[in-house]
């Protein structure tokens, strides 16, 4: 199909995801706008894109409301393409949880693990019995150990400087490695999500007869769809209907993901008012014609100050 052509490249991306995988698999990407599910299937040459589907989430439904009828949409969605296999791969909206870095001394494993779950009171603004958290590693900072050689010279040096009479006796005491006084700070990226969330979601899909392989915040979907392997300094925007979400990559890791209230809804209402035209017909000049409007007026005082 002529759409698999574009989606090759990350399609080849999300490969590794299939090692472990014999045959199919189904993704779930849950927006606030709209509902979009792929079916990708592992061949010799690597993933195949087998068949997709979006479906537009009904106007005026709470974030709330959406979550409790995920399920039923979902499995709706699975018998109109003839997905038998109930168990989804689900990617949940960035702004239903708080992504932030934190920074911890521990060096051991068990070091880390206690110092993040004593930090995180500080990082979490609600009470952590309510929220499902978990951590990634993104830098270990090992305490620096200096050589024994280079610490005899700078003492000599030191002695020699400050001491020009006295002998180079004494210096038995530094012939030993020793550590620095000062030891980096290992950088960690905080995870977190609303119990109540993931409760909602888990209860619909159970009442639908569908199984959850796993959930994860889609911003790391993106960035493994996009960059997988890359190490470089990137920012994704990715714009919703009501949520635009800004990714920052640093040396390819996922450091931030930050939400901000504008998006494709406003730019539809914004389009609307200066033609005078109503919401729809807005909508389909928006999806239709993109950045390269007919419209002068429209490229010049709308859509380029908006983005």
């Known amino acids: 199909m002529e759409i698999e052509k574009h989606f090759q490249p990350y399609l080849n991306n999300i490969a590794s995801y299939f090692k472990k995988i014999k045959g199919s698999s189904v993704g779930v990407d849950i927006g606030g706008d709209n509902l979009k599910i792929v079916k990708l299937k592992k061949t010799g040459k690597g993933v195949k894109l087998e068949d997709y589907a979006m479906v537009k989430i009904q106007k005026g439904l709470t974030?709330?409301?959406l979550r409790k009828i995920s399920g039923k949409i979902i499995k709706k969605v699975f018998e109109d393409m003839g997905i038998k296999d109930s168990k989804s791969n689900i990617?949940?909206?960035?702004?239903?949880?708080l992504i932030t870095l934190m920074e911890v001394s521990g060096q051991t494993e068990l070091e880390i693990k206690n110092e993040i779950e004593y930090e995180a009171p500080k990082y979490i603004p609600v009470d952590l019995e309510q929220v499902l958290f978990d951590w990634q590693i993104l830098e270990i900072k090992k305490k620096e150990k200096k050589n024994q050689e280079e610490l005899i010279t700078n003492e000599i040096k030191k002695?020699?400087?400050?001491?020009?009479?006295?002998s180079q006796e004494g210096l038995g005491r530094d012939n030993s490695i020793v550590e620095g006084s000062e030891e980096g700070k290992n950088k960690i990226l905080l995870v977190s999500t609303m119990k109540n969330v993931s409760n909602e979601y888990q209860k619909s899909f159970d009442e639908n007869d569908l199984t959850v392989n796993l959930?994860?915040?889609?911003c790391f979907s993106i960035q493994r769809s996009l960059l997988k392997g890359q190490k470089g300094n990137y920012l994704i925007i990715d714009m919703g209907g009501k949520v635009t979400n800004i990714i920052g990559i640093c040396k390819g890791q996922l450091i931030f993901s930050q939400n901000i209230d504008l998006a494709g809804d406003k730019l539809t209402e914004l389009i609307a008012k200066s033609l005078n035209v109503d919401k729809e017909r807005a909508e389909k000049m928006k999806l239709k014609q993109g950045m390269k409007n007919d419209s002068v007026s429209v490229n010049n005082n709308i859509i380029e100050p908006f983005f």
Do not use: F, H, L
């Not at 990617?91 to 949880?97: D, H, L, N, R």
């Not at 002695?159 to 006295?166: E, G, I, L, S, W």
């Open 215 to 218: 959930i994860e915040v889609d």
């Open 63 to 65: 974030r709330q409301e």
């Open 159 to 166: 002695n020699q400087n400050n001491q020009k009479n006295k």
């Open 91 to 97: 990617a949940i909206p960035s702004y239903s949880s």
